[in-house]
């Protein structure tokens, strides 16, 4: 292969024979406690008390078990420059449906409670198994028990029973403090070798390579490969401050591009598998979509920042009016939202039931609002009925236009139009009966069948108070104009209109 490919770093090569990188430790690991600002002149020290907690996880699956054992494809955005990647990758993994039960020896994983027997690795590591055994550096095998799983953060824990063997365990280091070029050490089972160190430092932080809803990975130039999957990454106090889970790559091994799940996500989630079996959720029931400039423009916002709320999902948390379309998150819970993918993240790892603060810009004025989140996994299909609502443009109806503008010829949204376009009773606004070709507006997405509800958060109900609003922007030197639109169902989203 030419092109490269991000690889989730499991499927390890089936090679019988397990390395081990120093001894079991007879005891818990003592963490150093001085930070290492300048390279380590070695880590032998390092490597040796840690090696003990890192561990080969192992599965078997039955011919009859359904799950396909592959690893699953992560749903990218379209258009993404990374799905060709992970075509090449996916339509290489073998089809293992038939075969009879066997051993794989498929990824990583580490002790985190030498107390509790407890483990965390990777979901997709473990995904699909009949079995899952750790086998221990020293050679020892134990067999594990699921405790949960986390899909959207491919995070599983396990446990094994702690009175069969003595365990060393790893704590969770604070991934936040960790900047890029700091140094960090990762230890795991590549290839099925056994217990392999590598060191490189911190990359880049925040990444976002399309694999779940809470993207925010660490990047390492930490040699990892297939079978690092689950492994830990550890800083130099002997903490893990992230969890190894892919790579991009040309032929399969690694050239310095490691992606890791920073500790500072991975933690709230694997405390909720020990305890529940499942992940409990914050959810504040809003459709959000980036802050673009010229959406920030319209709103008299300096900087393009925050979360834009396109609508309010009917039963959730905030369908109060507490929070309402058109809104842009800023703050939340006391945390900086600069991104849209923030949001939704800082949510999720906020607890159900809890009260917070949240700032937001409404109508160009900052103020804040205190909310009651709700339980995302207890709302998730009511969320996805309303965003799963058609959107059909309504194209074959014969259009009535009574004015025209910006490429958006436009009519009275009454019990014809309503009919003609297959709108919603409840739905209000102007409709767009006819789309320009090659206008402003169909560049921005606009078709037949939409309705116009806002112009710079003020309502309109005509087509003549689209004329007037828009003219007034105009007046008041403003070059893009904010509109909010509603799907034949009521579905809301926000698009900016150049007037120049």
Known sequence: MTSSKILRAARALPIAATLAVGGLASSPVVIPQRAMAEGPASVADLAERLAGAVVNISTSRSAGNTGSGKVPMPKLPEGSPLQEFFDDFFQEQPDQDHEPQQAQSLGSG?????????????????????????????????????????????????????SKRELAAVPFGN???????????????PFGLGGTVTVGIISARNREIG?????????????INRG?????????????????????????????????????????????????GETRRGWLGVRIQEVT??????????KAVGAMVSGVIEGG???????????????FDGKEIVHMRDLPRIVAESPVGEEVDVVLIRKGEEKTVRVKLGRLEDSEKLASAEEGQDNKSGDDAAPVSTAAVLGMHM???????????????????????????GSVAAEKGVSAGDVIVEIAQATVSSPKDVLDRLEELKG?????????????????????????
């Open 175 to 189: 991934s936040d403090k960790m900047r890029i070029g700091d140094w960090v050490m990762a230890i795991g089972n």
């Open 228 to 276: 690092n999957s689950g492994g830990p990454l550890f800083n130099m106090d002997g903490e893990v401050i992230g969890i190894n889970t892919a790579i991009i790559s040309p032929t399969g091994g690694s050239i310095g591009i490691g992606f890791s799940i920073p500790s500072s996500l991975a933690v709230n989630v694997v405390d909720q598998l020990r305890e529940f």
């Open 476 to 500: 008041q030197g403003r070059r893009n104009a904010l509109l909010m639109l509603a799907s034949k169902n009521g579905e809301l989203r926000f698009v900016t209109l150049r007037m120049d």
């Open 411 to 437: 009519a009275q949204l009454d019990d014809a139009t309503r009919e003609t376009f297959e709108i919603s009773n409840d739905v209000s606004g102007v409709v767009v009966s006819e789309v320009d070709e």
């Open 211 to 223: 694999s779940g809803p809470y993207d925010d990975f660490i990047q390492t130039d930490a040699a």
């Open 317 to 331: 948390p905030v369908d109060d009016g507490t929070i309402q379309p058109g809104d842009v998150v800023t703050r």
């Open 110 to 162: 580490f002790v985190i409670d030498a107390k509790e027997g407890i483990v965390v690795t990777n979901n997709h590591v473990i995904s699909g198994a009949d079995e899952i055994v750790v086998n221990f550096s020293d050679g020892g095998k134990l067999d594990a028990e699921l405790l949960g799983v986390d899909t959207k953060t491919d995070i599983a824990v396990l446990k094994i029973d702690p």
């Open 293 to 302: 400039d010229d959406i920030a423009e319209s709103l008299g916002m300096k």
